[in-house]
C-alpha cells in the first residue's frame, strides 16, 4: 500500500469497510476499519473516521479515529469520555435478560443470554471496559433484582 499523502482514491474495499466501520456488534472491527481508512485521505474516509470519533460508544474506537485523522493532517479534538449508559436503557435491557432466566441461573448462564440477545450491549461494554468487563458485568447481574 502507497502512503496516505500519495492517495486520494477510494479504497477497492471502500463498501467492506464502510459497512465494518458500521458494525455495532463488533467494536474489533470497526477498530479495523479505522486502521485501514487511514491509509486513504479522501472526503469519504475523512466522513467515516470524524463518525467514528465523535459518535462510537466505544472509546477505545473513538481515540483510534482521532489518532488516525490527526495523522492524516485533520484539526480534530479527542471527544471526553462518555457518562452513563453507553446503550441507551442497558439496566433495563439487562434486567429484563436476568428475568427471562429460571430462577437459580448462574452468572455465566446470564453472561452467555447477554451475549446471545444483545450482542452490541455485550460488545460495547466489553470493549470499553476491557479487563474489568467481567467484573462489571457481575456487579450488575447481583445488583438486579430476581424476579
Known amino acids: ?6 492517495i486520494s482514491a477510494l479504497p477497492e474495499n471502500y463498501a467492506e469497510l464502510k ?8 467494536w474489533r472491527d470497526r477498530l479495523d476499519a479505522v486502521d485501514e481508512l487511514g491509509h486513504w485521505k479522501n472526503k469519504q474516509t475523512i466522513d467515516i473516521l470524524m463518525r467514528l470519533m465523535n459518535n462510537d460508544a466505544v472509546y477505545k474506537v473513538q481515540e483510534a479515529a482521532f489518532r488516525t485523522l490527526k495523522k492524516l493532517g485533520e484539526d480534530v479534538e479527542l471527544p471526553s469520555r462518555k457518562k452513563g449508559d453507553l446503550v ?8 429484563r435478560i436476568k428475568k427471562s432466566l429460571p430462577a437459580g441461573h448462574s452468572y455465566q448462564e446470564f453472561k452467555v443470554k447477554v451475549q446471545k440477545m444483545r450482542l452490541d450491549v455485550y460488545d460495547t461494554y466489553e470493549g470499553d471496559k476491557g479487563a474489568d468487563f467481567d467484573k462489571w458485568l457481575e456487579n450488575i447481574w447481583e445488583s438486579l433484582p430476581n424476579k
Open 19 to 26: 459497512k465494518q466501520a458500521n458494525r455495532t456488534s463488533s
Open 88 to 95: 441507551k436503557d442497558t439496566t433495563k435491557i439487562l434486567l
Open 1 to 6: 500500500m502507497k502512503k496516505t499523502e500519495e
